[in-house]
T-cell receptor
Framework: AQTVTQSQPEMSVQEAETVTLSCTYD???????LFWYKQPPSRQMILVIR??????QNATENRFSVNFQKAAKSFSLKISDSQLGDTAMYFC????????????FGTGTSLTVIP | DSGVTQTPKHLITATGQRVTLRCSPR?????VYWYQQSLDQGLQFLIQ???????AKGNILERFSAQQFPDLHSELNLSSLELGDSALYFC?????????????FGEGSWLTVV
């Protein structure tokens, strides 16, 4: 079974600063997808960013970018210019295709942006 | 708006009762997933359906059951409810293909058992 590990239960960052959330995963697959989801206090699950394992280029979405290290099985999320609205729980997720699209989630990192 | 619709949004019921949570996936999505999230907890995978058939089962209690209908909507049935079943229940859906196999979540159904 695949496992996803988020080793930082809680983090904080000053507004306008940069923060990096860690995620590691364990798999023997070569083709898979990785995701970061954000869950603000409203509890809605929002897709932040997605990375295909076959792509060497790191995905970027505005202030959000990832550092994908395939050999190390690491998938960290960098948030630049942190904003108060970034305060949320962040979940890392892994999916391997062609197996019914099973998704595996980490336990989450609670991020607080301090004004 | 993710396109995944869940009803009801909020539900309060007594212990021992039975409830049904309903989910309509995004148009074209064949996979439906159910997750449970208790207060200050992570996501617990319950069950997944693909085009009407059960595809994967997680930590789903025997008191819980689910199904996916021919029109692809899904229902999660929770019976003999206990206080510990109070949680936010998410439905999610995904499509296989060029979309990148992303999973999209509904807004959840808040269940409170009293």
């Amino acid at each position: 079974a695949q496992t996803v590990t988020q080793s930082q239960p809680e983090m904080s960052v000053q507004e306008a600063e940069t923060v990096t959330l860690s995620c590691t995963y364990d798999t023997s697959e070569n083709n898979y997808y990785l995701f970061w989801y954000k869950q603000p206090p409203s509890r809605q699950m929002i897709l932040v960013i997605r990375q295909e394992a076959y792509k060497q280029q790191n995905a970027t979405e505005n202030r959000f970018s990832v550092n994908f290290q395939k050999a190390a099985k690491s998938f960290s999320l960098k948030i630049s210019d942190s904003q108060l609205g970034d305060t949320a729980m962040y979940f890392c997720a892994f999916m391997k295709p062609n197996t019914g699209n099973q998704f595996y989630f980490g336990t989450g990192t609670s991020l607080t942006v301090i004004p | 708006d993710s396109g995944v619709t869940q009803t009801p949004k909020h539900l309060i019921t007594a212990t021992g009762q039975r409830v049904t949570l309903r989910c309509s996936p995004r148009s074209g999505d064949l996979s439906v997933y159910w997750y449970q999230q208790s207060l200050d907890q992570g996501l617990q995978f319950l069950i997944q359906y693909y085009n009407g058939e059960e595809r994967a089962k997680g930590n789903i209690l025997e008191r819980f059951s689910a199904q996916q209908f021919p029109d692809l909507h899904s229902e999660l049935n929770l019976s003999s409810l206990e206080l510990g079943d109070s949680a936010l229940y998410f439905c999610a859906s995904s499509v296989v293909g060029a979309d990148g196999n992303t999973i999209y979540f509904g807004e959840g159904s808040w269940l409170t058992v009293v």
